[in-house]
């Protein structure tokens, strides 16, 4: 399976931007798919996940009310809508898949997308 992530881009403070991670290979309609960043030297860094069945979702508390992840499983794609910007969500953003367990921890992720980067000015 490989991971293609896509959307982002150069935003000002207060936009929105919506990110998507194509799979390709195999469907992940059983796995937990997760949104992950990462800024130049600090750790990747959790930010959202979503259910095989989108019946659960969970958020960094630095996202909440303003991200939200979401899927289609028959397009094999999921989501991340991001509104309300601020230059602290500056990053390169993965998407990742989980065959294993619903969880935010990236130790988990088994599959990783290549990252977009998201540059929020101010």
């Known amino acids: 399976v490989q991971l293609q992530a896509s959307g982002g881009g150069l935003v000002q403070a207060g936009g929105s931007l919506r990110l998507s991670c194509a799979a390709s290979?195999?469907?992940?309609?059983?796995?937990?798919m997760g949104w992950f960043r990462q800024v130049p030297g600090k750790e990747r860094e959790f930010v959202a996940t979503?259910?095989?069945?989108?019946?659960?979702?969970d958020y960094a508390d630095s996202v909440k009310g303003r991200f939200t992840v979401s899927r289609d499983n028959a397009k094999n794609t999921v989501y991340l809508q991001m509104n309300s910007l601020n230059v602290e969500d500056t990053a390169v953003y993965y998407c990742?898949?989980?065959?294993?367990?619903?969880?935010?921890?990236?130790?988990?992720?088994?599959?990783w997308g290549q990252g977009t980067l998201v540059t929020v000015s101010s």
């Open positions: 979503i259910s095989w069945n989108s019946g659960s979702t």
């Open positions: 290979g195999r469907t992940v309609s059983a796995y937990t």
């Open positions: 990742a898949a989980s065959r294993r367990i619903y969880t935010s921890s990236a130790n988990f992720y088994e599959l």
